[in-house]
Nanobody, 123 residues
Framework: QVQLAESGGGLVQAGGSLRLSCVAS????????MRWYRQAPGTSRELIAQ???????NYADSVKGRFTISRDNAKHTVYLQLDSLRPGDTGRYYC?????????????????WGQGTQVTVSS
């Protein structure tokens, strides 16, 4: 089994910054794409940033130029730097990671969600 733990959320004023972290733990063999999603109250979860194992990144238009995703493969960690925050960025931020882990001496694919971390931006 692979588990994710997010941290770094909080309350910040508009224009401020936060850095979110998501650490994967377990008997991990490899991690492929790491993603950050956001869910505002009353809306569906939306993909806002992703980074592949080779470091290629993609962003939703709503966060492009303000958010930066990065990863530390040795630490099985993905980060999301949130700059120039707006009240519209308020929501719960989730990471999703897929890859392979060792299970009973065999490689098994996984796709795992974290519990999320709350980001609230005041005007």
């Amino acid at each position: 089994q692979v588990q994710l733990a997010e941290s770094g959320g909080g309350l910040v004023q508009a224009g401020g910054s936060l850095r979110l972290s998501c650490v994967a733990s377990g008997n991990i063999f490899s991690i492929k794409t790491m993603r950050w999603y956001r869910q505002a109250p009353g809306t569906s979860r939306e993909l806002i940033a992703q980074i592949t194992s080779s470091g290629n990144t993609n962003y939703a238009d709503s966060v492009k130029g303000r958010f930066t995703i990065s990863r530390d493969n040795a630490k099985h960690t993905v980060y999301l730097q949130l700059d120039s925050l707006r009240p519209g960025d308020t929501g719960r931020y989730y990471c999703f990671v897929d890859g392979e882990y060792f299970s009973d001496y065999a490689l098994t694919g996984f796709g795992t969600w974290g519990q999320g971390t709350q980001v609230t931006v005041s005007s």
